[in-house]
């Protein structure tokens, strides 16, 4: 191995970032070369090189339209950071999502260009690395070796290293890089300059409000959560956007790196958004005619008059304001802490406002996991420890 490749390893594993790294059509000379200097284990939580397609399409969660292209590899480094989420549990370390999906030199004639899109995705932003490799200039050794290369230099990058060695590009090979910052929309929203921002599967910043909203602070995010947006897309054939609120009533605002890494949980495979409304009625102005999302609980609260600093006269001028933008509650049921599971039946509507509200049958999901009761148990565990 070169010494100033050795070196930029060597940075990458004495810096706090922890990765999960996939790759698929080359890029698995870097995961060797990572492994090869000692202290792998301070950088890699995991490896995967998802090769076969129905390995890939698992994966991703979805079929691409297309196998090597910049959006595939942008929501493969995604599903990395969700994935490095949730391996890191407890601890404070700073994750990396890094993605590679390539088309080299192979043992069959190929007509399409050779070329490989590498991303690193953080919860501050997405980098993305598209390279075009001059077709017959080198066998596959050769590019596998500049595809890898390319990938240690993403990671380094990702990892704050300053000191890397430039790529060995020939005058016709072809590098591009794009970057998405979600560190500035995320201190914009929080200096009120925007209402709300949103991040795409594929890492790209959302331009149009979503349609239908699944709303909370999901700390952690679980498959109680992802169950019911799946149940409520199918219901409404409508994706649905998850919103982690970045203001709460009663609670501080979010800080920017607690809500990026709220954030960073649906990377790759789920919309999701931030907003600066506490309410439902404030929310119903930043995404006008959304449907929303909601459990049991909070329906039941909705329609408390308690909740409305104007008692209920408040409760009934908010409902009709949501009501006449067009505005929709799904609600799913929920057990209760006495074990019954509470439906929007058992609730007693404000005359004129019945058909805001529209329930999820029980048939169709049920999941009592909480989050609550999800960072208790890693609490519980990281203690025994």
């Known amino acids: 191995m070169d010494e100033s490749i050795r070196s930029l390893i060597q940075a990458i594993h004495d810096s706090p970032p922890r990765a999960v790294f996939a790759a698929a059509g080359a890029g698995s000379r870097a995961l060797a070369d990572l492994l090869s200097v000692p202290g792998a284990s301070r950088t890699l939580l995991e490896a ?27 929501m493969m480094a995604g599903r990395a950071l ?12 700073p994750i990396v999502g890094l993605g590679c999906t390539a088309t080299i030199v192979t043992d069959r004639p190929k007509r399409g260009e050779h070329r490989a899109h590498v991303a690193a995705w953080t919860p501050a932003r997405l980098s993305v690395w598209t390279l075009y490799l001059e077709k017959g200039a080198r066998d596959r050794a050769g590019e596998e070796s500049l595809v890898s290369r390319l990938i240690l230099d993403a990671l380094g990058e990702a990892c704050g290293v300053a000191d890397r060695p430039p790529l060995p590009t020939r005058p016709d090979d072809s590098l591009s890089v794009e970057m998405f910052d979600y560190t500035t929309a995320a201190e914009h929203l929080r200096s009120r300059e925007i209402p709300w921002f949103g991040i795409e599967p594929d890492g790209g910043l959302m331009t149009e409000a979503p349609a239908v909203v699944l709303s909370g602070s999901f700390n952690p995010l679980h498959g109680g959560h992802t169950g019911l947006a799946e149940t409520a897309a199918a219901l409404l054939g409508v994706p649905v956007a998850f919103e982690v609120s970045a203001v709460n009533v009663d609670k501080p605002p979010l800080e920017t790196a607690v809500l990026l890494d709220r954030l960073s949980q649906f990377a790759g495979r789920w919309p999701v958004v931030a907003g ?49 933008r067009g505005t929709r509650f799904l609600v799913a049921g929920r057990e209760g802490s006495d074990g019954h599971f509470r439906e929007l039946r058992e609730l007693e509507m404000p005359a004129g406002f019945v058909g805001l509200f529209e329930a999820i049958p029980m048939r169709l999901f049920r999941n009592d996991v909480s989050s609550t009761g999800i960072r208790a148990a890693l609490k519980a565990e990281a203690d025994g420890k």
């Open 82 to 93: 969700a994935r490095a989420n949730h391996l890191r549990e407890l601890e404070p370390w």
């Open 48 to 74: 995967l090189i998802p090769y076969a397609a129905d390995s890939f399409d698992e994966f991703l969660g979805r079929v691409p339209e297309q196998y090597v292209s910049a959006e595939t590899g942008r």
């Open 276 to 324: 600066n409304a506490p309410t439902f009625v404030e929310k119903s102005r930043l995404y006008p005619g959304a449907v929303f999302v909601v459990g049991f609980d909070t329906a039941a609260r909705i329609i408390q008059p308690r909740y409305y600093g104007a008692g209920e006269a408040g409760m009934l001028a908010a409902l009709a304001e949501m009501r006449d």
